[in-house]
């Protein structure tokens, strides 16, 4: 099974907080905004229902009219569900989704985006050249002294080439904001995965190390997905997982099996280590680029359990990521130093800042039903979408971030420590991600990945 995380960015935490944090909220009429996007919209047919499990990954937004920008919403919120069951759905061996079973069925085995590959694939040490698109990956050395039954532990074959369990190896939240600890006391671990599409411009224009991207020179410009076509455009996934076992139930989880590694380029003072443990998924991110969002379509899902909301009632016996009992500061990372080898850290204090509107729960529901109809007890209406941010003005020439909406969005496993409303504070998708770029300096098409390129051994 094939889930590998990236090593830490190498730059400053305060360079990227204030990139991701400094877009401005842009100042438009809800006509204005309606009117462009409806303009520059290149719409699928909408289908006579929109709760279809199906396998196909979207293009574009089902879009139904009169727009306005609630509709628009809601369309870009289905358009999130209909990504996140295909992106989950089982896989065959060579990647492609197996239509002879529908999501929830299989209890083993890798789903489509865990076959993709992980940024730790993509950039090398020494900006070396990566493997080819479903050719084998090495793993740390210190992973390779498990027993030989432990390495094949959840090995799925892919065009006839083992591929070895999943590797993460990131503890700390994107941009370093701090670590998240579950309710044993352990790190939160995170990964990041691209489409091989999203892969072959990487490589075909050698943007997997420095040197590549210097030679490049210009802006990064990944292909986007058009409707009604064949064309499919790069798309990347963030996931966060949690070691399954104590507190957890595992039933109510999507699981696998991870070779989780303590990186040492991480923090100072990890120490190298491996082993396997089974992990269950607690945050899902998808980033989609297409022809009609330059600016790409940002979705977050959750697990059900992850946290309440605040200022709403506690309405669950268990949280993921909340202890009634705990008087821990809320939304605050634990205290330095950062060692994800340590038995056991006080457990994160978490709550949701911004509430998943009426009309997302409503949509939420309508899916998680259609999960439960097809398989009973479906592990994966345990998810839930928190929103979606989509560019409301795509093609303005003043604001390259097109106008995002909604302003701010937050998981709460993956941006626990940045939530709320704050300019320049708060987390924003779209605002933060277009702040990127490349280790030459260059535009990177809303993603740090390039960022992690390394200079080639000479």
Not at 87 to 102: K, M, Q, R, V
Not at 172 to 193: A, H, K, M, S, V
Request: proline share 7%; charged share 20%; aromatic share 10%.
């Amino acid at each position: 099974m094939k889930l590998f995380i990236t090593a830490a960015f190498s730059f400053s935490l305060a360079i990227i907080s204030y990139a991701c944090l400094s877009g401005e909220e842009k100042k438009e009429s809800p006509e204005e905004q309606v009117s462009d996007v409806a303009e520059s919209l290149n719409a699928e047919p909408p289908n006579e229902s929109s709760v279809v499990l199906s396998a196909i990954m979207p293009k574009g937004i089902n879009a139904k009219p009169p727009f306005s920008l609630e509709s628009l919403q809601d369309d870009f919120d289905e358009f999130s569900w209909q990504s996140f069951i295909a992106l989950n759905w089982p896989a065959n061996a060579d990647g492609t989704p197996n239509t002879n079973l529908t999501i929830g069925e299989q209890q083993a085995g890798a789903n489509v985006w865990q076959l993709w590959k992980s940024s730790r694939e993509v950039f090398l040490p020494n900006g070396a050249k990566p493997n080819a698109w479903g050719e084998v990956e090495n793993v740390p050395k210190v992973c390779r002294n498990l027993s030989e039954e432990e390495l094949k532990k959840g090995i799925i074959q892919l065009t006839q080439v083992g591929k070895t369990p999943n590797v993460l190896d990131e503890s700390g939240e994107p941009f370093q904001t701090g670590p998240l600890i579950d309710q044993n006391g352990q790190y939160t671990r995170y990964e990041i995965l691209v489409n091989e599409i999203m892969f072959d411009y990487i490589v075909d224009n050698k943007l997997y190390n420095q040197e590549g991207q210097k030679a490049f020179n210009q802006d990064a410009n990944f292909p986007g997905s058009v409707p009604n076509t064949d064309t499919m455009g790069a798309i990347m996934v963030k996931a966060a997982w949690v070691k399954m076992g104590g507190k957890y139930d595992k039933s109510k989880f999507h699981t696998t099996y991870a070779l989780v590694y303590n990186n040492p380029e991480e923090q100072e003072g990890v120490e190298e280590a491996c082993e396997l443990v089974e992990v269950g998924l607690v945050g899902f991110h998808i980033g989609h680029k297409t022809k009609s969002d330059p600016q790409w379509i940002w979705s977050t899902f959750e697990h059900v359990d992850n946290v309440p909301t605040k200022g709403e009632a506690r309405n669950k016996d268990f949280y993921n990521y909340y202890s009634a009992d705990s008087d821990y500061p809320v939304n605050e990372p634990p205290a330095r130093p950062w060692d994800p080898a340590t038995k056991y850290t006080t457990p994160s204090q978490i709550e949701r800042v911004i509430p998943i509107t009426k009309e997302a729960q409503a949509i939420n529901k309508k899916w998680q039903e259609a999960l439960r109809a097809a398989v009973p007890n479906n592990v994966w209406a345990n998810y839930e979408l928190v929103s979606t941010q989509w560019p409301t003005k795509p093609e303005s020439v003043t604001d390259p971030a097109g106008a995002p909406a909604p302003p701010f969005l937050a998981n709460t496993t993956l941006e626990s420590y940045i939530q709320g409303k704050i300019k320049q504070t708060s987390s924003s998708c779209i605002n933060c991600h277009n702040n990127a770029s490349m280790t030459n300096g260059k535009f990177s098409d809303f993603t740090y990945l390039l960022q992690r390129a390394q200079k080639e051994k000479n």
